[in-house]
T-cell receptor, first 113, second 118 residues
Framework: SQQGEEDPQALSIQEGENATMNCSYK?????LQWYRQNSGRGLVHLIL?????REKHSGRLRVTLDTSKKSSSLLITASRAADTASYFC?????????????FGKGTKLSVIP | EAGVAQSPRYKIIEKRQSVAFWCNPI?????LYWYQQILGQGPKLLIQ????????DSQLPKDRFSAERLKGVDSTLKIQPAKLEDSAVYLC????????????????FGPGTRLTVL
């Protein structure tokens, strides 16, 4: 089963507003990553936060990680219509000789111009 | 730098037919992944290669799915015979980490192949 669970499943905001998406997971991780997927396209990596980090910024993106609560949040500030996409959190772990990402079901963000 | 290439982009087949997908990863990327993404869900890992060896294929339905990565570069994923529930987007991804990688770095995804099984 998929480890990450995003919340909300769908989010609709006006252009210029901030968008916050949350992700919860169940087991220990090496890092957590956020990806964006535009309609009909492959996924694009947005940001990676390691298990020993609490907050990370990249442009208009801010990611937090709380390993005690096994949760993460992605904040997109000053949203644009081009931010309309599905956003997935992916938990990364290594063990038994393999290392892989496990994706959640995603949050579908609609930014209304 | 060129991204991950996949072909075909779309495929429509009838159930019980066979289908194959091709992936060319980013040059120099040792690790290659195949994911299945059903509509409305996140990608699910099917198989992971390290160079030309299989690292993890625990979620690959081996009675009908097979994959290979010859010479540690290109890869093909085959379904034989296809079922209705195989309708999905098949994504190929690659990444840089080697066999001793402690951290899982970002993965680079191709555009995917949308499979429809009728």
């Amino acid at each position: 089963s998929q480890q990450g669970e995003e919340d909300p499943q769908a989010l609709s905001i006006q252009e210029g507003e901030n968008a916050t998406m949350n992700c919860s997971y169940k087991t220990s991780i090496n890092n957590l990553q956020w990806y964006r997927q535009n309609s009909g396209r492959g996924l694009v990596h947005l940001i990676l936060i390691r298990s020993n980090e609490r907050e990370k910024h990249s442009g208009r993106l801010r990611v937090t990680l709380d390993t005690s609560k096994k949760s993460s949040s992605l904040l997109i500030t000053a949203s644009r219509a081009a931010d309309t996409a599905s956003y997935f959190c992916a938990t990364a772990y290594s063990g038994a000789g393999s290392y892989q990402l496990t994706f959640g079901k995603g949050t579908k963000l609609s930014v209304i111009p | 730098e060129a991204g991950v290439a996949q072909s075909p982009r779309y495929k429509i087949i009838e159930k019980r037919q066979s289908v194959a997908f091709w992936c060319n990863p980013i040059s120099g990327h040792a690790t290659l992944y195949w994911y299945q993404q059903i509509l409305g869900q996140g990608p699910k890992l099917l198989i992971q290669f390290q160079n030309n060896g299989v690292v993890d294929d625990s979620q690959l339905p081996k009675d009908r799915f097979s994959a290979e990565r010859l010479k540690g570069v290109d890869s093909t994923l085959k379904i034989q015979p296809a079922k209705l529930e195989d309708s999905a987007v098949y994504l190929c991804a690659s990444s840089l980490e080697g066999s001793s990688g402690r951290f899982i770095n970002e993965q680079f995804f191709g555009p995917g192949t949308r499979l429809t099984v009728l």
